[in-house]
């Protein structure tokens, strides 16, 4: 018997080749709307789905192929007498290959100014549910959904058949094709923040050598609809493949680097900053971050948020640096830095700055999601509960110190000083050890400078401590039950104290 292939494909990329070396191998071909047109039109035989329903295309095309002579084919067990014996009472024939791709939904989607009712006719159905009878009937059926799988199907078929574990991997494409085509729609029609049900669906971007360790696979994934600056829409320009710890460390710094407006420069260790410097131009900014710790910005990445000149590069290239992110390099600027094989530099479209997404942690048996920590203070919202007001000159460290330690890893305490950090006190089990350790980086650097703690004291020892050390100006959220030690301790130094009610743990 004569083998019979639908094919009903929006994305129509070779599909001429594919089809006509399917007729070639004898295949019957039975085809739609415009993938029956482009066909014939490469003189290649193919029958109209109308021809075997008996019924035309109606509510504008949205009744095509949803028939029992196209699914009674495409379904039918073929191990099954009854089966047979129904399509033969029907005069239905069966179908052995289903080849579709589904309407553009997510190019919609994405179009400016695009209306809902334009989305909802690009809401494939006949498409998914053809591809899912295919792939539910594996044992008989070949389903393709991918044109780069054309050339594999064709190999199989010239090599004897498509057995059915190949069957089997086409069928799985099919049932990931569907579900990430549904996620999109469904998450395009909630507004819950937090439904009952939530799908998440990405895009592999690339294979990881390892993960954290070598002995751990991995593989970098992006969202489909992401657009705000990102690792998974940067250009690479130069330097080996990212590894996994490469991208956690990138995305860190992308995050902290958003913090800033004016030219503002980064290094990144482990996922917290060494260093952040913020200047008149670019090459201030990074000469302030590499200062504020020129031992661990060895082996670190570099965010920058403007483009990196001949200037910066090279003092960038005197020291051994994983990553160096910026919107731009100028050409001087690459055949600088380009010299060292091993420097990745990647751009990235830093003005596309959209609120955080949704942030998924996984843990056993399940996934924390909360909203990005957007939180941010105003003037307004501070208060001032001690005797001194801080300086103007103290008020601009402060919110500088608060920008930075929102992206160190908790129990965080950070110092600043003239729009640098000085000292960094992150991922500890105690806060006045996070301070020890900042106030140590510092040195002599801390007389006058500024701390930021990310939640509040339990007790006045981080105070005290920081008192000693020179330290003249604190920002923390306040709210311990024994605010007012700490309070009493500032009065007692002279510090000036702000709070901003608002905390940022950061696990």
């Known amino acids: 018997m004569k083998r019979r292939v639908l094919i009903s494909v929006y994305d129509k990329r070779h599909i001429e080749e594919f089809a006509s070396a399917l007729a070639g191998m004898g295949y019957e071909i039975i085809s739609t709307g415009g993938t029956l047109k482009k066909l014939r039109e490469a003189q290649i035989e193919a029958t109209a789905v109308e021809d075997l329903t008996g019924f035309s295309e109606m509510l504008d095309g949205r009744v095509k192929t949803l028939h029992p002579a196209i699914h009674g ?103 990931r094709h569907t579900a990430q085509y549904d996620a999109l729609i469904a998450n395009y029609f909630t507004d819950e923040a937090f439904p009952e049900n939530y799908t998440v669906t990405y895009e592999k971007a690339q294979s990881l050598r390892y993960g954290e360790n070598p002995h751990q696979q991995a593989a970098f994934y992006k969202d489909p609809q992401q657009t705000e600056m990102s690792l998974a829409s940067a250009n690479q320009l130069h330097g080996k493949q990212l590894s996994y710890n490469n991208i956690q460390d990138a995305n860190a710094a992308l995050a902290i680097i958003a913090e800033y407006d004016h030219p503002a420069a980064v290094a990144v260790k482990h996922m917290n900053p060494s260093g952040i410097g913020v200047a008149k131009d670019l090459q ?73 997404s949704h942030r998924l ?81 510092a040195g002599s650097k801390v007389e006058g400078a500024a701390l930021a703690s990310d939640a509040f004291f339990p007790m006045p020892d981080t105070v005290e401590a920081a008192a000693k050390a020179g330290i003249t100006a604190i920002i923390q959220p306040g709210g311990s039950k024994r605010d007012q030690d700490s309070i009493d301790m500032c009065n007692q ?5 702000v709070f901003t009610g608002m905390r940022h743990f950061k696990h």
């Not at 130094?493 to 104290?497: E, L, S, T, V």
């Open 73 to 175: 084919g495409i379904l039918a067990n073929r191990g099954e007498n009854v089966h047979l014996q129904q399509l033969d009472d029907n005069g239905i024939t069966p179908i052995d290959m289903v080849v579709v791709n589904l309407y553009p939904f997510k190019q919609t989607i994405d179009q400016p100014g695009v209306t809902e009712q334009t989305i909802v006719e690009n809401i494939d159905i006949g498409g998914p549910a053809m591809l899912r009878s295919a792939a539910k009937n594996m044992d008989d059926v070949t389903a393709v959904v991918d044109p780069a799988d054309y050339e594999r199907v064709l190999e199989s078929i010239r090599n004897g058949a498509l057995d059915r574990t190949e069957r089997r991997k086409l069928a799985a494409k099919v049932f």
């Open 284 to 356: 201030g900014a990074f000469a302030k971050a590499f200062a504020a710790d020129p031992v661990s910005i060895f082996g670190g990445i570099v965010a920058c948020n403007r483009p990196v000149d001949a200037d910066t590069a090279s003092k960038m290239r005197e020291i051994f640096l994983e990553i160096v992110m910026a919107p731009r390099f100028t050409e001087d600027a690459l055949a600088i830095l380009t010299e060292k094989k091993n420097i990745r530099l990647l751009e990235v479209d830093m003005e596309k700055r959209e609120s955080a």
């Open 361 to 441: 942690t996984a843990v056993n048996g399940g996934v924390l999601i909360q909203s990005g920590d957007d939180g941010a203070i105003s003037e307004d919202e501070l208060t001032y509960p001690t005797e001194r007001r801080p300086t103007e000159a103290e008020m601009a460290d402060l919110s500088f110190a608060w920008k930075a330690v929102k992206q160190v890893k908790s129990n965080a305490i950070v110092l600043a000083k003239d729009a640098q950090t000085i000292g960094v006190g992150a991922g500890q089990m105690n806060r006045i050890g996070a301070a020890e350790i900042s106030l140590k980086q």
């Open 493 to 497: 130094y002279g510090i000036a104290m």
